[in-house]
């Protein structure tokens, strides 16, 4: 599977982006979807995990009732919609597929990264 995450930018704090994950191939359905994260000298780490089928999702504390997942098996893609956004927010977004996890070391492919920046 590969993976292009496209959708990052600049934004002034409060504003939102939606980040997209295409896929190659035709095994996009079988795999859970991760959105990670990684700010300079910070590990990376999970923003957000849905599951084959889209009906489960998990995120990081920090983003709840602010970011959603989703998925679009019939398009190959993966969405992560960014509401009220924070400078701390900041960072490379890594779309990554594998199974349901919230550990980037269980996740096999990932895309190259898109960065977000947002301005206070």
């Known amino acids: 599977v590969q993976l292009q995450a496209s959708g990052g930018g600049l934004v002034q704090a409060g504003g939102s982006l939606r980040l997209s994950c295409a896929a190659s191939g035709r095994t996009f359905s079988r795999y859970a979807m991760g959105w990670f994260r990684q700010a300079p000298g910070k590990e990376r780490e999970i923003v957000a995990a849905?599951?084959?089928?889209?009906?489960?999702?998990v995120y990081a504390d920090s983003v709840k009732g602010r970011f959603t997942i989703s998925r679009d098996n019939a398009k190959n893609t993966v969405y992560l919609q960014m509401n009220s956004l924070k400078p701390e927010d900041t960072a490379v977004y890594y779309c990554?597929?594998?199974?349901?996890?919230?550990?980037?070391?269980?996740?096999?492919?990932w895309g190259q990264g898109t960065q977000v920046t947002v301005s206070s």
């Open positions: 990554a597929a594998g199974p349901l996890s919230r550990m980037r070391e269980d996740y096999t492919y």
């Open positions: 849905i599951n084959r089928s889209g009906g489960s999702t």
